[in-house]
């Protein structure tokens, strides 16, 4: 099957590369012209676990070709997957003017009948609205059909999500078009979910609604737990051996952020709004999070009041592990207080490090997590890279100029950080044990 893909960032990249590993035909396309010459190069503009390995081994096979002609990769595809950023406004709703932009130039280049797929993220009714700008826009009046095919997967792991997905939802307004959707995923295995385009529209924002509103509920008990003195961790695996809740996405810390959470709740808030129901349940799962990402520079006030020429160490920059996208991480709110307070800041990352240079290119930026912990008044760490789990912790507490160490992802047990000489601060950590041992 001749398969285009529009739109080559983490979501395009990895379905088109994947496509092409199921033996399909895929041609890639961007409208940034900078990002196919480096695909075309033989390199990828990301970071994403294992991606380029598959691109390359799909491009030697002569699978998977880029362009940045909107013209050609409508031209040589019988199915075109719309894979275009769908950032937030101002007001929380979704952005939708890059879809527009697609759509219009789909209708400009369709020659025949093809299927177009929304796999953005969009809100319910976006698959019908795309219809009728391509319908405008192509004077010939060809036949098209529109389904939704919403992607789950997740960055750091996006090739094993997509490849094996928990299901595959296909939004179709008929038959043709579920058949030849069915016969794309059908070698995936997984289970396939019909339905109609606004609810595959809907199952995307609901679905992570819902895994924020897990992520924010875990964080404001992990709040009841410090000022009860129970433990977070301990209260998650309780909370999550219940087979009807689940142990997934009940991490406190220090709050959600990415591509996708932050603005895709906004867009389903707004999208309730403007249908007139108030989804006050998600407005407060934001304010949770928000509230979250303010927590350790709260802490360093604590101890040290002014921050003043203190000396920061900050292991993690990107939203997660494995990944080096910056969008909505909670370090970049955290770098800019910290910088505002007059703070040296030293950053360590394994991947995100040279995009949070374009950002913020006066912070020091670290080899290593020595070098980034080395004279430094507290270490706060934000993203738990595995890397961060194996550092020799002694070497780190013995090169601090203070050993105040601010762990916002619970990766280290309070315990042993104490009887390493730490001043450990987590997320919803019982003190209790602490304070036995000092006394
Ligand atoms: N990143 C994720 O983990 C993830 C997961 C599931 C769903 N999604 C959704 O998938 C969509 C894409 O997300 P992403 O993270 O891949 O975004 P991205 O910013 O990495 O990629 C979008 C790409 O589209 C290109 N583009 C923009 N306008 C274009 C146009 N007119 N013509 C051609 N190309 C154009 C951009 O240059 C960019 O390379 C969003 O709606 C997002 O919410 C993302």
Redesign the pocket.
């Known amino acids: 099957m001749n398969i285009g893909i529009?739109?080559?960032?983490?979501?395009?990249l990895v379905t088109g590369a994947c496509f092409a590993e199921l033996g399909h035909e895929v041609l890639c396309?961007?409208?940034?012209p900078e990002?196919i010459a480096i695909l075309k190069a033989g390199k990828i503009p990301?970071y994403e676990p294992g991606l380029e390995e598959l691109i390359r081994s799909n491009v030697e096979e002569g699978n998977l070709n880029f362009t940045s002609s909107?013209k050609e990769v409508v031209e040589k595809s019988k199915i075109l997957f719309v894979?275009?950023?769908?950032p937030s406004k101002p007001n929380g709703e979704a952005d939708l003017s890059?879809v527009e932009?697609?759509g219009k130039?789909i209708g400009d280049y369709l020659n025949d009948s093809k299927l177009i797929v929304e796999?953005?993220?969009?809100p319910a009714r976006t698959a019908s609205w795309l219809g009728e700008i391509i319908r405008t826009q192509n004077k010939r009046q060809i036949g098209f059909d529109i389904a939704v095919n919403?992607?789950?997967?997740?960055?750091g792991t996006?090739i094993h999500d997509f490849m094996r997905p928990d299901r595959v939802v296909l939004g179709v307004s008929n038959q043709q078009a579920a058949s030849l959707l069915v016969s794309l995923y059908e070698p995936l295995n997984a289970p396939i979910l019909i339905t109609d385009v606004e609810s595959a529209e809907l199952i995307k924002h609901a679905s992570n609604a819902f895994l924020a509103m897990k992520i924010s509920f875990i964080n404001a008990v992990s709040q009841v737990c410090e000022k009860t003195g129970a433990d977070i961790l301990k209260v998650a695996k309780g909370i999550g051996l219940d087979s009807r809740i689940g142990t997934a996405f009940l991490n406190a810390g220090v709050g959600y952020g990415?591509?996708?959470f932050p603005?895709?709740l906004a867009a389903f808030v707004h999208l309730a709004e403007v249908n007139g129901y108030n989804f006050g349940l998600l407005k407060e799962v934001a304010e949770v999070n928000q509230n979250q990402r303010q927590i350790p520079v709260k802490k360093l006030r604590e101890i040290y009041g002014d921050l003043n020429h203190k000396t920061i160490g900050i292991m993690g920059l990107s939203f997660k592990p494995n990944t080096d996208?910056l969008r909505e991480a909670p370090s970049l709110e955290i770098i800019s207080s910290l910088i505002q307070q007059q703070v040296e800041i030293k950053a360590y990352d394994p991947a995100a490090a040279e995009n949070m240079k374009k950002l913020f290119p006066h912070v020091y930026y670290a080899r290593d997590p020595y070098d980034c912990a080395a004279d430094c008044d507290a270490v706060l760490l934000l993203t738990e890279w595995q890397i961060f789990r194996h550092m020799n912790l002694s070497k780190i507490r013995k090169s601090m100029n203070r050993p105040v160490f601010i762990d916002g992802r619970n990766l280290f047990d309070p315990v042993r950080m104490f009887r390493l000489g730490f001043q450990y601060f987590g997320i919803g950590r019982s003190s209790r044990s602490l304070a036995e041992l000092s006394t």
């Not at 396309?29 to 940034?32: G, L, Q, R």
């Not at 919403?150 to 960055?155: H, Q």
């Open positions: 529009v739109g080559s960032g983490y979501v395009g396309m961007d409208d940034d990002k990301i909107m894979c275009v950023g769908t890059a932009t697609v130039r796999k953005s993220t969009v919403p992607e789950f997967l997740s960055e996006a990415g591509a996708c603005k895709d996208d």
